[in-house]
T-cell receptor
Framework: GQQLNQSPQSMFIQEGEDVSMNCTSS?????WLWYKQDPGEGPVLLIA?????ELTSNGRLTAQFGITRKDSFLNISASIPSDVGIYFC?????????????FGKGTKLSVKP | NAGVTQTPKFRILKIGQSMTLQCTQD?????MYWYRQDPGMGLKLIYY???????DKGEVPNGYNVSRSTTEDFPLRLELAAPSQTSVYFC???????????FGSGTRLTVV
């Protein structure tokens, strides 16, 4: 089946540093999504990407849909303590109007004040 | 606007017991999903539904059952709980197409 390889698995950074994480796949996706999960909560959508090459920002977050449609990355600039959590990439392949999201295994981010 | 609501938040079951995890959404979404999350393993799809009366298996359906009698509700049933079903369960919904999913806050289940 389709799989997403998300890296790194975990990151320990100092407050103020920039963060970069990525997802790759052997399959092509129509849509890439990035979610954040706070401890004890469900994942929350951060950014959605719909077109190959698309670069989208949401505050200090920037994500890109790879040209080959097989990868995506997420950058966080000037990290702050509330950025702590698990970040998931997800890819969607539509068949007609139906498709299921495939999730990466997550990147656990820890930020030292 | 409640979004996706899951109950209970926590539950401890004994091996062999059964229970139903409840999920309801108030966004009139056609698509609903059940995932389980194990440490370091991401989210694995258990079952999904594309509308009332229609359900289908995901990646890890064994040991679970679902029903979708209304658009709003999508309960997940565990008939004979096993320790391997200890996990955090998330329900999600979507309007379909290439829109992202909205997740509930999860049910943490421990089987002892």
């Amino acid at each position: 089946g389709q799989q997403l390889n998300q890296s790194p698995q975990s990151m320990f950074i100092q407050e103020g540093e920039d963060v970069s994480m990525n997802c790759t796949s052997s399959s092509i996706f129509n849509t890439w999504l990035w979610y954040k999960q706070d401890p004890g909560e469900g994942p929350v959508l951060l950014i959605a990407l719909y077109k190959a090459g698309e670069l989208t920002s949401n505050g200090r977050l920037t994500a890109q849909f790879g040209i080959t449609r097989k990868d995506s990355f997420l950058n966080i600039s000037a990290s702050i303590p509330s950025d702590v959590g698990i970040y998931f990439c997800a890819g969607l392949s539509l068949r007609g109007s139906q498709g299921n999201l495939i999730f990466g295994k997550g990147t656990k981010l820890s930020v030292k004040p | 606007n409640a979004g996706v609501t899951q109950t209970p938040k926590f539950r401890i079951l004994k091996i062999g017991q059964s229970m139903t995890l409840q999920c309801t959404q108030d966004m009139n979404h056609n698509y609903m999903y059940w995932y389980r999350q194990d440490p370091g393993m991401g989210l694995k799809l258990i079952y999904y539904s594309v509308g009332a009366g229609i359900t289908d298996k995901g990646e890890v359906p064994n040991g679970y059952n679902v029903s979708r009698s209304t658009t709003e509700d999508f309960p997940l049933r565990l008939e004979l709980a096993a320790p391997s079903q200890t996990s955090v369960y998330f329900c999600a919904s979507s309007p379909g197409g290439d829109y992202g999913y909205t997740f509930g806050s999860g049910t943490r289940l421990t089987v002892v």
